[in-house]
T-cell receptor, first 110, second 115 residues
Framework: RKEVEQDPGPFNVPEGATVAFNCTYS??????FFWYRQDCRKEPKLLMS???SGNEDGRFTAQLNRASQYISLLIRDSKLSDSATYLC???????????FGKGTRLSVIA | EPEVTQTPSHQVTQMGQEVILRCVPI?????FYWYRQILGQKVEFLVS????????KSEIFDDQFSVERPDGSNFTLKIRSTKLEDSAMYFC?????????????FGPGTRLTVL
């Protein structure tokens, strides 16, 4: 099983749609979880951290299920500017590096 | 807003040549990283650097690679003898705290092309 698995997409959705991405991870010792966003040929940028209790930031909601080793990202009311690749990222305890998934590509269409 | 900067934005080199990729992390950050992303692939960790020494490195970071923080601001990645498969985007990142707790800020990357 790959360390971090994501559906590569692409997800093509109309403006205003709600879209959900999932991610599974293999290392049960993983401690911290994040969603990063990467625009084409640009650097990854943190979108949000993911907490066990679930967290929301505007139109974005992230959930973590440790028992199933599963993370999700929900985007409501999609905007054209949401078009990007969404990277599921995790890290262990201590000064361990980030482990990236390959990403899920989203295209929001007018 | 402070940001990580990297130079050059694009480096073309011949196989077997040495290259040095340069990064200026955010000034009050203490943790520094290099990642690479081969076109169409995932971002991969190369090395982390803290307190003037390597804290962790991946299998990719073999003897051909080295890092330095020659002064208080620069953080460099050297590839001694480049191979075709070193062609990738190289990202520098920095953070002010242990990655367990917080965000790593990435630079815009250096695209390395080995011919």
């Amino acid at each position: 099983r790959k360390e971090v698995e994501q559906d590569p997409g692409p997800f093509n959705v109309p403006e205003g749609a709600t879209v959900a991405f999932n991610c599974t991870y293999s290392n049960s010792a993983s401690q911290s979880f994040f969603w990063y966003r990467q625009d084409c040929r640009k650097e990854p940028k943190l979108l949000m951290s993911v907490y066990s209790s679930g967290n929301e930031d505007g139109r974005f909601t992230a959930q973590l299920n440790r028992a199933s080793q599963y993370i999700s990202l929900l985007i409501r009311d999609s905007k054209l500017s949401d078009s990007a690749t969404y990277l599921c990222v995790l890290t262990g305890q201590g000064n361990t590096p980030l482990v990236f998934g390959k990403g899920t590509r989203l295209s929001v269409i007018a | 807003e402070p940001e990580v900067t990297q130079t050059p934005s694009h480096q073309v080199t011949q196989m077997g040549q040495e290259v040095i990729l340069r990064c200026v992390p955010i000034s009050n950050h203490l943790y520094f990283y290099w990642y690479r992303q081969i076109l169409g692939q995932k971002v991969e960790f190369l090395v982390s650097f803290y307190n003037n020494e390597i804290s962790e490195k991946s299998e990719i970071f073999d003897d051909q690679f080295s890092v330095e923080r020659p002064d208080g601001s620069n953080f460099t990645l050297k590839i001694r003898s480049t191979k075709l498969e070193d062609s990738a985007m190289y990202f520098c990142a920095s953070s002010d705290r242990d990655p367990f707790y917080g965000e790593q800020f990435f630079g815009p990357g250096t695209r390395l092309t080995v011919l």
